[in-house]
């Protein structure tokens, strides 16, 4: 190869990473060995310049902000149709990084603060009020007892407790899910990440994307969009919407950042993959699901009441990581500093060894003569 080749000593000033050999001679060494030295040395170098083990790293800080849209109208029991927004169906964050959906739901209409028969939860019945503590109350009860034992239907006996009243009963969640139509909402995910170290920023909306744009983008055609219809996310993750819909899950939204930042191969984009996080098997784990208690406030008749809502939902986490590796600067220098060094040194300790073979052909001519 010529002096213009990859693995010439211009080359190898900026990708150094081989060694010659010339064992065989003067002229062998320089040409036979010299062309293989070559070749080995060019994939090394072109190895080293695909990994990238000139550079130094850096990982990613992140933030992230999510905004769900999308309306439903759903028929509750007691309460007939209802249309619902992003403001009833989606909940405030329950983690950093993440939005909570709901997809399902128990109501318990009506509660007043008062007495009323406790539910019979593990079986838990009384026969009279000796059966019944005053002031007494465990985690998994709605109140606490009065004392009395009262009739909780027409064949059983639970104790009383001050609670709102009704309690709520322990019932499974409608199937199909009554707000299944979230399927098709939409979440639009902002992140922003920075690379300390080399004060490099960089935010999933790439410049180039307007509002026109956002409004028309969508990730079965384009990858870098960030609109994401929900029930693509849930499929990607290889699930099915109307079952995890059901009694709610957890599903992770993973967001990669690779960033290269030469000037030859440089590139910094997110990658976009998705996966259910929570055991979905209800044989196998003891809640499945996910699920969470609010209510709604208001006076009849100068009474506080209150409506009390058993949401299911899907939890979306978005997890953010990556690294950047630079241009060649500073340590990308100093290596190449290193190698020229060693190639200095080799090139000079290999020309020594050359003269002195052709010293010692030379003498061993002239004995022999």
């Not at 995910?189 to 744009?213: E, G, H």
């Not at 849930?234 to 919407?241: K, Y």
């Not at 910094?268 to 196998?284: A, I, T, V």
Request: proline fraction near 5%; include cysteine.
């Amino acid at each position: 190869m010529g002096s213009g080749t990859l693995c010439s000593p211009r080359f190898f000033i900026f990708f150094s990473g081989c060694i010659w050999d010339s064992n065989q001679g003067p002229l062998l060494g320089l040409q036979t060995d010299g062309v293989l030295s070559d070749v080995s040395c060019g994939v090394r170098s072109l190895m080293m310049l695909w990994n990238r083990k000139y550079q130094q790293f850096d990982l990613v800080v992140s933030s992230v902000t999510t905004k769900v849209k999308g309306v439903a109208q759903i028929q509750l029991p007691g309460e007939g149709q209802l249309v619902w927004d992003s403001v009833d169906y989606s909940g405030p964050a329950q983690e950093k990084n993440s939005f909570f959906v709901m997809t399902n739901v128990i109501v318990t209409k009506g509660q007043t603060q008062g007495k009323c028969p406790e539910v019979p939860w593990n079986g838990r019945l009384c026969v009279s009020d000796k059966d019944c503590q005053k002031g007494a109350s465990t985690p998994q009860s709605n109140g606490v007892q009065t004392g009395s034992c009262v009739k909780f239907d027409l064949l059983k006996k639970t104790c009383e407790v001050s609670a709102w009243c009704p309690v709520e009963a322990t019932k499974a969640p409608p199937r199909p899910a009554l707000l299944a139509a979230a399927e098709n909402f939409t979440v639009l995910i902002k992140n922003n990440i920075r690379f300390p170290a080399f004060n490099f920023t960089r935010r999933n909306i790439l410049p180039w994307m307007n509002d026109s744009y956002l409004k028309s983008c969508q990730r079965k055609t384009d990858s870098l969009c960030p609109i994401f219809r929900l029930g693509d996310i849930v499929r990607e993750a290889g699930e099915s919407f109307t079952e995890m819909a059901v009694e709610g899950g957890v599903l992770a939204v993973q967001i990669k950042w690779d960033c290269n930042l030469d000037y030859v191969l440089q590139h910094c984009r997110p990658w976009y993959s998705f996966r259910r996080l929570d055991e979905k098997q209800s044989n196998k784990t003891l809640y499945p699901g996910l699920n969470f208690r609010f209510a709604k406030y208001n006076m009849v008749n100068g009474v506080e009441e209150r409506m009390l809502y058993k949401a299911f939902g899907i939890r979306f986490d978005v997890i953010v990581f990556g690294q950047v590796s630079p241009a060649v600067r500073t340590s990308g220098a100093l290596l190449i500093g290193q190698r020229y060094l060693e190639l200095s040194r080799f090139l000079f300790s290999s020309e020594q060894r050359q003269m002195e073979m052709l010293r010692s052909r030379g003498s061993a001519i002239m004995l022999h003569s």
